[in-house]
């Protein structure tokens, strides 16, 4: 099954390291003209020696009002992957203020928020468009030490759906994956450690964690023409742990 993104353009938030990063090297690959989106520029420095053809936004999420500024500035986009996200992990009773504030601001506010201007730029056009919004097994799933993140991407999911509902009469699709780990800088924190990881392993059918080509794979599909009639769904990449 053949996908390509030729004459399209997309957007990836948090496309500096990890499954960003990725995501916005295979939608370069696929044809689309690309927009990488990322807070650190060093990090967008050395996206763009590496693709050359990838344009890139430096920008803060958690500034509202400057992301808008910013978005303004790309162009007329899609395809778009809500990618940014963060984590601090720690005991329910031990979580502070400031650490609700921060992974709320990225993993949910600015996925309302960049989802709201490219959206609303796909209404006007009126050309329909897709979107995912990255979120994560754990909301599926209890996961000691994720009271704060597990929340914020909870919050995703129904953000997926509600999108969905909305967006749809305009012909712009919205969905969600909802990968279990994978060893990206941000997973290694918890899961590097192979006592934290061999519990968490055990309760995977398959086995292991993932790849982060497997989830890259999973969002091309969904925004690709061939999956025209899917419309959101959170869907779980997760090796079969949602079966246990």
Known sequence: MEIQFVGKR????GAGKGIGRDIAKR????????VALSRTQSDL????????AI?????DLRDWDRTRESLQTVGDIDLLVNN????RIGPFLDVKEEDIDWMFDINYKAVFNVGQVISRSMVDRKTGGAIVNVSSASTFHGLEDHAVYSSTKAAVDKLTHIMALELGKHKIRVNAVNPTVALTDMGKVKWSDPINAAPMIARIPMGRFLDVSEIVNAIMFL????ATMIHGITLPIDGGLLTT
């Open 55 to 59: 344009k890139i936004v430096q920008c």
């Open 45 to 52: 420095d050395s996206l763009k020696a590496e693709v050359p």
């Open 10 to 13: 997309a957007l990836v938030t």
């Open 84 to 87: 940014a996200g963060v984590s």
């Open 27 to 34: 939608l370069v690959e696929l044809g689309a003209d690309t």
């Open 223 to 226: 925004l690709s023409d061939k």
